[in-house]
């Protein structure tokens, strides 16, 4: 009697996925069959004919279509662009030009490179900076303050703090706008290492725009909130933006 | 320490998952037949298999794992597809090849028969067919890189076969004589 042999097993064959008992079946079969072995050979054919049509699949496409799964090229030129809008929004103080004899006498102190490394970071002094004129931040920031110089007193460290202010933030400063005057005077009364510090270029700005500036009593001047900040970060002190 | 093991412990997989791209560009393609298609169907099973790597239990299955994944991708594909087709493509496809005329003259007559036979299989017998004869999976394997039963595998790859038989067995001579014989 002649063993049946079904395609699928002649497919299992050329897969080499019989086992030996299947195998040993199928050799047997194979013998004195040449229709079997035939039809056994034109599988063969198939697989590897299908091997061969794919064995070189054309190249993928390098072209510049946005692809359809990729993170959309919108979303990063957003980014880019709204990060420019800010370092641009941030930088507008510096728009004045210093005139040609301060620049040359600046230069030559703007040639020294600024470096943090090798600053050993304090977390007991801090920089807070204010350039914006937001009732939320002046608010935040003397709230900061308070908590601060409330913190040092209770767990007994010592916290020195300065509050730096340039630009719009300068408003905090100035005795004829500012909402705080009575709360910044608290502050300074019982707080020996608090210090406020208004930016010189800043004011020497409204000046010439006819502004008359008139900063409350505890506030001092410094040349420019820049240089004064970096001044503090190269001494170790913490800078935080409010 | 999530980030550092991604540095360092992954990184031999992260390589090998790399090197895995010309082979699941190769069985894409025979899925769809479309380079475009295909490479996008690869980029994003490597950006899925990328992200969800700490979910590969057992890196001897990195295979069958991104096959897997390669499947899923593909269906997603025809769900949000539904029988948009870019004209555009077509045409780059017909032109943008860079071979010698010599070269694509000698076998193109038996490779491009053989893609548009596989074409023309139902999906789910192009895919078992293509697991089984380009990537050399088990039959296992392949059952459950396409969550089907075994027996299905085997049933769809016989009736892949047979159909492909059906049409390119006169490409080759050798078994074009065998098949005249086997008729008489």
Redesign the interface.
């Known amino acids: 009697m002649k063993p049946e042999i079904s395609q699928e097993q002649l497919n299992a064959f050329i897969d080499g996925e019989l086992d030996q008992t299947e195998k040993d079946r199928l050799f047997v079969a194979l013998d004195g069959n040449p229709e079997l072995a035939q039809r056994l050979g034109a599988l063969r054919a198939v697989k590897e004919m299908v091997n061969h049509g794919y064995a070189e699949p054309p190249p993928a496409p390098r072209s510049k279509r946005p692809r359809r799964f990729a993170v959309p090229h919108y979303l990063a030129a957003g980014i880019v662009l709204v990060l420019g809008l800010a370092m641009g929004w941030m930088g507008r103080g510096w728009s004045s030009p210093p005139r040609p004899v301060q620049f040359a006498q600046n230069h030559a102190g703007m040639l020294r490179p600024i470096s943090l490394a090798g600053v050993t970071a304090d977390t007991r002094k801090i920089v807070l900076h204010l350039d914006s004129d937001q009732p939320v931040k002046l608010k935040t920031l003397l709230d900061d303050v308070d908590y601060l110089l409330r913190h040092q007193t209770t767990q007994g460290r010592p916290v020195q703090v300065e509050v730096i202010a340039n630009n719009y933030g300068l408003d905090l400063l100035r005795a004829d706008i500012t909402p705080y005057a009575a709360r910044i005077d608290d502050l300074a009364q019982h707080h020996a290492n608090i210090s406020f510090v208004a930016c010189g270029q800043t004011m020497h700005r409204l000046t010439k725009e006819g502004v008359k500036v008139e900063l409350l009593p505890q506030v001092r001047v410094a040349p420019t909130a820049i240089g004064q900040i970096i001044n503090r970060l190269q001494h170790g002190w913490t800078y935080i933006k409010v | 320490m999530n980030l550092l093991s991604l540095l360092v412990g992954d990184a031999d997989i992260r390589s090998q998952l790399k090197e895995r791209r010309t082979r699941l560009?190769?069985v894409a393609?025979?899925w769809c037949h479309d380079?475009?298609?295909?490479?996008?169907l690869?980029?994003?099973a490597l950006?899925r298999g990328l992200a969800r790597l700490h979910q590969l239990r057992n890196p001897a299955q990195l295979d069958s794992w991104l096959f897997k994944i390669l499947h899923n991708c593909w269906r997603d594909c025809f769900r949000c597809q539904k029988g948009f087709q870019d004209v555009d493509?077509l045409e780059?496809?017909h032109y943008?090849?860079?071979d010698t005329p010599e070269q694509i003259h000698s076998r193109s007559q038996?490779?491009d028969r053989?893609?548009a036979a596989?074409a023309l299989l139902p999906i789910g017998q192009r895919q078992v067919?293509?697991l089984?004869?380009?990537e050399e999976f088990?039959?296992n394997q392949v059952a459950e890189i396409l969550e089907i039963p075994v027996g299905t595998v085997?049933?769809r790859?016989?009736r892949g076969?047979?159909s492909?038989?059906a049409t390119?067995?006169e490409?080759?001579p050798q078994?074009k004589a065998?098949?005249l014989?086997?008729v008489k």
Do not use: F, G, P
């Not at chain 2, 380079?35 to 996008?40: I, T």
């Open positions: 560009y190769r393609y025979s380079r475009a298609l295909a490479d996008d690869v980029q994003e950006a493509e780059d496809y943008a090849h860079d038996v490779v053989v893609r596989v067919l293509t089984i004869d380009l088990s039959y085997m049933s790859l016989c076969r047979q492909l038989k390119l067995i490409l080759a078994v065998v098949a014989r086997s």
